[in-house]
């Protein structure tokens, strides 16, 4: 059997990669293809328990590097390898280009530490294919401020934000190979579109 591919969804809050990301799995599921949907951080019971702690409790920002990526160490061995050697395809919402994007580019956490957190946590592993849903912060903003409930990050300042696309925008310039930047501020008919077409070009 062949294996499954590895597809990561990434973006700051309000992006919308969250709705896009069911609707993307459903139509590979149409094309006969086994889909496990799965997000980060969390994926697993203790992922999940972190995720609760890691969105309202107030920590050092290399607490929080650190707890990210033991919620992936996890995820990666009970769901994302086991997964994709039986041939599923994991679609995640988010993987280690949001510690570098959010820890590293949002909280100021060292590049070369989190480098060797990845190492540590998954040398050997990357995603076949990282969506970017870029979008001025502005536009990301105002769709957020519609939602009461608004976790730790999402209470973050515009300029924590700003910080955070740049970290994900030099992700993409670093591995272009592996990203298809997606521009998450035209209608959600117009990203299906471009969606669509990836899809036909994978699957
Ligand atoms: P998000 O994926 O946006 O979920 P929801 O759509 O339910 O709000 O929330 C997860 C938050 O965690 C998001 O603000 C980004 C943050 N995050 C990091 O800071 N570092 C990471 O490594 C990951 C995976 C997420």
């Known amino acids: ?12 809050d309000g992006a919308g990669k969250s709705t ?10 149409q094309r006969g293809l086994d889909v496990l949907v799965t ?3 969390g994926g697993t019971p203790l992922g999940e328990r972190l995720r609760e702690i890691l969105l309202s409790q107030p920590m050092h920002a290399e607490t929080e ?3 990210m990526f033991a919620a992936r160490l996890e995820h990666i061995g009970q769901v994302i390898r086991p997964a994709l050697r039986r041939g599923t395809w994991v679609v995640s919402d988010r993987f280690s280009d949001a510690s570098f994007a ?3 580019g949002g909280r100021g956490v ?4 989190l480098e060797q957190l990845e190492r540590w946590v998954h040398e050997d592993l990357q995603p076949d294919l990282t969506l970017l849903f870029d979008i001025p912060i502005e536009v990301a903003r105002q769709r957020l401020s ?3 409930s608004l976790d730790r990050f999402e209470q973050e300042q515009g300029s924590f934000f700003e910080k955070v696309r740049q970290a994900y925008l030099e992700r993409y310039q670093k591995n272009p190979q592996r990203f298809v930047l997606i521009d998450a501020a035209q209608t959600p008919e117009a990203v299906k579109a471009d969606l669509e077409k990836i899809i036909l070009a994978l699957a």
């Open 1 to 12: 059997m062949s294996k499954g591919k590895f597809i990561t969804f990434e973006g700051v």
């Open 65 to 67: 590097a650190l707890l």
């Open 20 to 29: 896009h990301l069911h609707w993307f799995a459903d139509v590979l599921r």
């Open 39 to 41: 997000r980060e951080p």
């Open 110 to 113: 060292a590049l070369s530490k």
């Open 146 to 148: 519609s939602n009461t």
């Open 102 to 104: 959010y820890q590293g």
